[in-house]
């Protein structure tokens, strides 16, 4: 029998979850709260299931993102979460017909990328993805620090109170928008986002743990920062042992940044510091007396982007230079590729399609490794995924593209 492919109603949304979680090896049930929380937010024109005999199979869904570019634009996104096909169903392409559909629809509904976080390196490659944002998360050995706990205080001037679950989430979105703007690799929040991270919607599926909540606000009172973190509670000996697990610290300063650091390393009782996921040129460890009191616990791609319209985000970014290059974007799936001429200097840049000798061929994957800064030209060019077609091309691609950090996503979707 053949297995359809297709959109989902209200009345599949039981069946839908219940493959989602057994996709991703969780107990495979969908509770009353599950239900009305998905039906509540799904967009039922982006959330596809796969049916066999009646019986869901597989899930994918999309959903409106932006994402922060290089200089502080934001491009529209099509993002990608909730992919499973049941052990049942694997490899007989049923991912292939989804990844399709939505990357189609995307590129008909106008969005310059479509974004997602891969589970596993060899996944997304395929349909034109590739790896755009490292990430890296240490773990902080508090004593190794070189921090006096007796000057917790921050010395900038500025303060740090705890805040509710409820005032975080009153006070969280603002000071997210006017972080995320700094931060290439950054993705919007959705209001259910921040529903589920404070706790004001708890689902049996993802059990809900309160955090502790620290606010930063500067000399003059602007709030700057904030940590969430959890405790891990270890008593060996009568000795407390305890861990904190930072559940996302994100700030508009460095200031903010270093205070908020500094604030978790002077906590009695805590032992050590999980940093959770920061960029991969953080600059946690050096915020530290000793930067080897941070050691490196994971370091892996994590955000993947697939171009779905070049000279949109090529205009999107900025770059430090002026210089120009004709791109030969290649897309298998024909939806992007083409080439390109690249005009760009600090005051803007122009890309449009031209008959002209290509200068660098490229996939649509490696564009997006190059896009946000995570890795320069000649490092592709080492590795044999980008070929040069005029001498010198790399070396003013390297120029052009240059970073000043690396970008960073921090969320998880
Ligand atoms: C990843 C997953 C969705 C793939 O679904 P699928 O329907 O088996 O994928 P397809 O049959 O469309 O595979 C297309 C191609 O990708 C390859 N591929 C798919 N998943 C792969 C994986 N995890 N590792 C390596 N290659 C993979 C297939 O071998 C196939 O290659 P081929 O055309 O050369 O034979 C499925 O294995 C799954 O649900 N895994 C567990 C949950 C998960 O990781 N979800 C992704 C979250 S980001």
Not at 115 to 127: C, D, K, N, S, V
Not at 292 to 320: C, G, I, K, N
Request: glycine letters at 10%; proline letters at 7%; aromatic letters at 8%.
């Amino acid at each position: 029998m053949s297995i359809e492919v297709r959109t989902v109603g209200d009345d599949d949304i039981p069946g839908w979850i219940t493959a989602l979680a057994g996709g991703f090896l969780h107990p495979p049930v969908a509770t009353d709260e599950d239900v009305a929380f998905r039906t509540a937010h799904y967009d039922p024109a982006r959330t596809q299931g796969a049916y066999d005999g009646g019986r869901c199979v597989a899930t994918f869904r999309s959903f409106a993102q932006e994402l922060t570019v290089v200089g502080g634009a934001r491009l529209s996104a099509d993002a990608v979460t909730g992919v499973t096909v049941s052990p049942t169903h694997r490899r007989r392409g049923l991912l292939t017909r989804m990844v399709e559909n939505d990357l189609r629809a995307a590129k008909e509904r106008g969005d310059t990328v479509s974004t997602l976080i891969a589970a596993e390196y060899p996944i997304y490659g395929r349909f034109g993805y590739g790896p755009a944002a490292w990430t890296t998360s240490w773990r902080i050995d508090v004593a190794r620090t070189r921090l006096d706990p007796r000057h917790a205080a921050p010395e900038s001037g500025g303060r740090i109170d705890f805040a509710t679950s409820e005032e975080v989430r009153a006070l969280g979105p603002g000071l997210h928008d006017r972080f995320r703007v700094r931060v290439p690799g950054a993705v919007s929040r959705t209001d259910a986002w921040w529903d589920r991270n404070t706790g004001t919607v708890r689902l049996p599926s993802s059990p809900w743990t309160e955090r502790h909540n620290a606010v930063y606000r500067s000399p003059s009172g602007e709030i700057e920062g904030l940590a969430c973190f959890t405790v891990k509670a270890r008593w060996e000996a009568k000795r407390p042992e305890n861990t904190a697990l930072v559940d996302g610290l994100i700030a508009t300063t460095p200031a903010a940044e270093r205070a908020l650091w500094q604030f978790l390393c002077s906590i009695d009782w805590v032992l050590h510091v999980d940093t959770g996921n920061r960029g991969p040129d953080d600059l946690l460890p050096h915020f530290l007396g000793d930067p080897r009191a941070a050691a490196v616990q994971d370091h892996s791609d994590f955000l993947w982007l697939r171009p779905l319209d070049v000279p949109r985000m090529l205009e999107a970014r900025t770059y430090p230079v002026s210089g120009s290059l004709v791109l030969e974007v290649e897309d298998r799936a024909g939806l992007a590729g083409g080439r390109f001429l690249l005009d760009a200097g600090p005051d803007g840049a122009t890309c449009t399609p031209t008959t002209r000798s290509a200068q660098l061929a490229l996939g649509v994957g490696e564009l997006a490794t190059l896009y946000l800064g995570d890795a320069p030209a000649s490092r592709l060019a080492a590795l044999g995924t980008v070929r040069e077609e005029r001498a010198g091309a790399v070396a003013t691609a390297d120029l052009l593209l240059h970073t000043a950090a690396r970008p960073w996503c921090p969320d998880m979707f």
